[in-house]
């Protein structure tokens, strides 16, 4: 059993990283080949919705529209979209979307996205020890105070729960939280600690990476990058050892309402977001997905969820 949900683990991985271009049809080959190059615009900036029904993605085709004069909004090219499994982009296809302020296209399996309840289960100090039912489980990780327990509580929708892993003697545990009686959110140690000693941090990269590497139930890792900044060493690195690893990720940019530049190292969230992928992207055979968010407006706290179900009902059905 456990061999097997391994295997459909990493049937998954090896598809989410080396996934052929799916097919397209002759008119949107087409298109493809002429506009691949060309510059689209995501739509960044577009206001967060606060309800998941009102979660509107966005045609694809709107991508090719000329963008509105703004200098924060991010670029992008077709090639960078993350397209699922069993997803076909055409352009001219109207119910072909794409998650606001990400770029990820919505699938058939983004369905059942809401949190209707949540409850934290158990803090583990292993891979071996974590909870054993087999429910898809995702993981949240980032370097300390970029804000997971602020988006762990936005997502379920509950203002403390979070502060359970923040317990003492939890926050060096891996944190088991069951959402709706069928998934898992995972809070992971936070990493980037400036005052823990040097074999400590050690540690808790070893425990981490076991845990990457064993868990067979790990749909996605979502890392947390704060946008409100310039990228770090230590998140490149996290990102990086992730992509060789062939671990599936997404990155998850938080603090995206912090637009003050001067206090913020020089940079709108947009820039970093853009700069981040760049510093990147050589470690990662395809695009990995990635999405806007604040936990002080809630921008995309509905994009994710929906990511999560579409990537959670894939794996539940291979
Ligand atoms: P953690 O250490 O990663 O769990 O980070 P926290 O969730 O405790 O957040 C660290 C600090 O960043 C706190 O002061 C939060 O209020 C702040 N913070 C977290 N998320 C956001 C956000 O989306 N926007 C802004 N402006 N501040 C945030």
Same mark, same amino acid.
């Given at each position: 059993m456990?061999?097997?949900?391994?295997?459909?683990?990493?049937?998954?991985?090896?598809?989410?990283?080396?996934?052929?271009?799916p097919?397209l049809?002759?008119?949107s080959?087409?298109?493809?080949?002429?506009?691949?190059?060309k510059?689209?615009?995501?739509?960044?900036?577009?206001?967060?919705?606060s309800a998941?029904?009102?979660?509107e993605?966005?045609?694809?085709?709107?991508?090719?529209?000329?963008p509105?004069?703004?200098?924060?909004?991010?670029?992008i090219?077709?090639?960078?979209?993350?397209?699922?499994?069993?997803t076909q982009?055409s352009?001219?296809?109207?119910?072909t979307r794409?998650?606001?302020?990400?770029?990820?296209?919505?699938?058939?399996?983004a369905?059942?996205?809401?949190?209707?309840?949540?409850?934290?289960?158990?803090?583990s100090?292993r891979?071996e020890?974590?909870?054993?039912?087999?429910s898809?489980?995702?993981?949240?990780?980032?370097? *300390?105070?970029? %804000?997971?327990?602020?988006?762990?509580?936005?997502? /379920?929708r509950? #203002?403390?729960?979070a502060?359970?892993s $923040? @317990?003492p003697?939890k926050?060096?545990?891996?944190?088991?939280?069951?959402?709706?009686?069928?998934?898992f959110l995972v809070?992971l140690?936070?990493y980037g600690?400036?005052?823990?000693?040097h074999?400590c941090?050690?540690?808790?990269?070893?425990?981490t990476?076991?845990y990457?590497?064993n868990?067979?139930t790990?749909?996605?890792?979502?890392?947390?990058?704060?946008?409100?900044?310039p990228?770090k060493?230590?998140?490149?690195e996290?990102? *990086?050892?992730? %992509?060789?690893?062939?671990?599936?990720m997404?990155i /998850?940019?938080? #603090?995206?309402?912090?637009?003050?530049? $001067? @206090?913020n190292g020089?940079?709108?969230?947009?820039?970093?977001?853009?700069?981040?992928q760049?510093?990147i992207r050589?470690?990662?055979?395809?695009?990995?997905?990635?999405?806007m968010?604040s936990?002080?407006t809630?921008?995309g706290?509905?994009?994710i969820l929906?990511?999560?179900?579409?990537?959670r009902?894939?794996?539940l059905?291979?």
């Amino acid at each position: 059993m456990a061999v097997l949900a391994h295997f459909q683990k990493l049937q998954f991985s090896a598809f989410l990283l080396t996934r052929a271009q799916p097919p397209l049809s002759s008119l949107s080959r087409q298109f493809n080949s002429t506009l691949c190059s060309k510059l689209y615009r995501l739509p960044a900036l577009i206001r967060p919705q606060s309800a998941l029904s009102a979660a509107e993605p966005i045609p694809v085709s709107q991508l090719l529209e000329p963008p509105p004069p703004a200098e924060t909004q991010s670029p992008i090219t077709l090639d960078k979209l993350f397209i699922p499994p069993e997803t076909q982009v055409s352009l001219e296809d109207p119910t072909t979307r794409v998650l606001k302020g990400s770029n990820i296209v919505l699938s058939k399996y983004a369905r059942d996205a809401q949190v209707v309840q949540a409850e934290f289960v158990k803090s583990s100090v292993r891979t071996e020890d974590c909870p054993s039912d087999g429910s898809p489980e995702f993981a949240l990780v980032g370097r *300390s105070n970029v %804000g997971k327990s602020s988006l762990l509580n936005s997502l /379920v929708r509950r #203002k403390k729960l979070a502060l359970t892993s $923040k @317990k003492p003697g939890k926050t060096q545990c891996i944190n088991h939280f069951r959402i709706n009686e069928s998934w898992f959110l995972v809070d992971l140690p936070g990493y980037g600690y400036a005052s823990a000693p040097h074999e400590c941090r050690t540690d808790w990269a070893k425990f981490t990476k076991d845990y990457f590497l064993n868990r067979s139930t790990l749909v996605s890792v979502f890392l947390l990058i704060d946008a409100s900044i310039p990228a770090k060493k230590i998140d490149l690195e996290y990102a *990086s050892w992730l %992509g060789q690893n062939q671990i599936p990720m997404t990155i /998850v940019f938080t #603090k995206c309402d912090k637009r003050k530049k $001067k @206090k913020n190292g020089g940079k709108h969230p947009e820039e970093n977001v853009n700069d981040f992928q760049e510093l990147i992207r050589g470690y990662f055979q395809t695009t990995p997905p990635w999405i806007m968010t604040s936990s002080v407006t809630n921008q995309g706290r509905d994009e994710i969820l929906l990511h999560m179900a579409q990537l959670r009902n894939y794996w539940l059905k291979h």
